[in-house]
Nanobody, 125 residues
Framework: QVQLAESGGGSVQPGGSLTLSCVYSGDALSRRSMGWFRRAPGKEREGVAS???????NYADSVKGRFTISQDSGNNTLYLQMNSLKPEDTAIYYC???????????????????WGQGTQVTVSS
C-alpha cells in the first residue's frame, strides 16, 4: 500500500510559477515509478511528468521545458516545479505511484494504481 498527499496548488497569473509537493509513504516496491497527472474541466485525466527510482524522467510535450519533476527520498516527497504557467495548465493535479519500473517511466494514468486526492491549480489573469 502507498499513501499520497498533494499540496501546493493555488491561483497564479499567466507566466507565474508554482511548486507542487506530494508526500508519500508505504511500500517502496509499490512506488518504483511515480508521476504527476492532471484533469482539466471537461477533459480526461492526462499524464504530465513521471519519474522512476533511478531518477529517469518523462514529460508530456505540452509541459517540456516548463515543468520539472523531482523527488527527495530522504523526505519522502515528490515535487513538480511549474514555470511559465498558461491558462491551459488549469486543472486538478494528482500524484500517483505504481510498482512497475520502466525507462522512461510511463505517463499513462491507467497504469498507475495509487493516487492522491489532488490539488487545484488555476492560471488566470
Amino acid at each position: 500500500q502507498v499513501q499520497l498527499a498533494e499540496s501546493g496548488g493555488g491561483s497564479v497569473q499567466p507566466g507565474g510559477s508554482l511548486t507542487l509537493s506530494c508526500v508519500y509513504s508505504g511500500d517502496a516496491l509499490s512506488r518504483r515509478s511515480m508521476g504527476w497527472f492532471r484533469r482539466a474541466p471537461g477533459k480526461e485525466r492526462e499524464g504530465v511528468a513521471s519519474i522512476n527510482n533511478a531518477d529517469h524522467t518523462n514529460y508530456a510535450d505540452s509541459v517540456k521545458g516548463r515543468f520539472t519533476i523531482s523527488q527527495d527520498s530522504g523526505n519522502n516527497t515528490l515535487y513538480l516545479q511549474m514555470n511559465s504557467l498558461k491558462p491551459e495548465d488549469t486543472a486538478i493535479y494528482y500524484c500517483a505511484a505504481r510498482s512497475s519500473w520502466t525507462s522512461p517511466p510511463n505517463l499513462s494514468p491507467n497504469l498507475y494504481k495509487y493516487w492522491g486526492q489532488g490539488t487545484q491549480v488555476t492560471v488566470s489573469s
